[in-house]
């Protein structure tokens, strides 16, 4: 059965504190791992899509990058504007395609 | 471009009742995807619905039901409503052409039974 777990739980961060959000996976094998960051009130937003071990992909301060175990979402200067739930999520080869199996999230928190 | 539309955004009910949602997602993409949010639990998949037909079901009792039409747009029933349904209730578009590209969710409808 496919496990993600993500961690921390939570996160308070300073204003420019730069941190790392880990997200670890077992699955038999791996199509896709995702990042999305959920507001309170609001769907999950699309982030990054990784799909191999070393891939890594930016967007303004945030980059992940793919293991063959985990992901990492790197935050670096972080602004209050980036205080949301972080998910992680991956597809796996055996199931539908289009299936998403969900950690539980990190809760970040820049304070100004 | 818009995106995944959901409505209602909120929902009170009674046990026992039953519950359709609307899903509309962005123009182009013809897989949905939806899933049930709550505290305990997290995100966990309910069903996929691609060209019309259910491609894969989540671990959920026969209560939960789906259905897309030919525009792709995509209703969820929930039937026989239990205190336990209370959750936000996501729906997932994508191309749905290759498998593995990105879902965008809408925001949801949040169902309260009372």
């Known amino acids: 059965e496919d496990q993600v777990t993500q961690s921390p739980e939570a996160l308070r961060l300073q204003e420019g504190e730069s941190s790392s959000l880990n997200c670890s996976y077992t699955?038999?094998?791996?199509?896709?791992l995702f990042w999305y960051r959920q507001d309170p009130g609001k769907g999950p937003e699309f982030l990054f899509t990784?799909?191999?071990a070393g891939e890594e992909k930016e967007k303004e301060r945030l980059k992940a990058t793919l293991t063959k175990k985990e992901s990492f979402l790197h935050i670096t200067a972080p602004k209050p504007e980036d205080s949301a739930t972080y998910l992680c999520?991956?597809?796996?080869?055996?199931?539908?395609?289009?299936?998403?199996?969900f950690g539980s999230g990190t809760q970040l928190t820049v304070l100004p | 471009k818009a995106g995944v539309t959901q409505t209602p955004r909120y929902l009170i009910k009674t046990r026992g009742q039953q519950v359709t949602l609307s899903c509309s997602p962005i123009?182009?993409?013809?897989?949905v995807s939806w899933y049930q949010q709550t505290p305990g639990q997290g995100l966990q998949f309910l069903f996929e619905?691609?060209?019309?037909?259910?491609?894969n079901k989540g671990n959920f009792p026969g209560r939960f039901s789906g259905r897309q039409f030919s525009n792709s747009r995509s209703e969820m029933n929930v039937s026989t409503l239990e205190l336990g349904d209370s959750a936000l209730y996501l729906c997932?578009?994508?191309?749905?052409?290759?498998?593995?590209?990105?879902?965008?969710f809408g925001d949801g409808t949040r169902l309260s039974i009372l």
């Open positions: 990784l799909y191999s």
């Open positions: 997932a578009s994508s191309l749905g052409t290759v498998g593995n590209q990105p879902q965008h």
């Open positions: 999520a991956v597809q796996e080869y055996t199931t539908s395609a289009r299936q998403l199996t």
């Open positions: 123009s182009g993409h013809r897989s």
């Open positions: 699955v038999s094998g791996l199509r896709g």
């Open positions: 619905y691609f060209s019309e037909t259910q491609r």
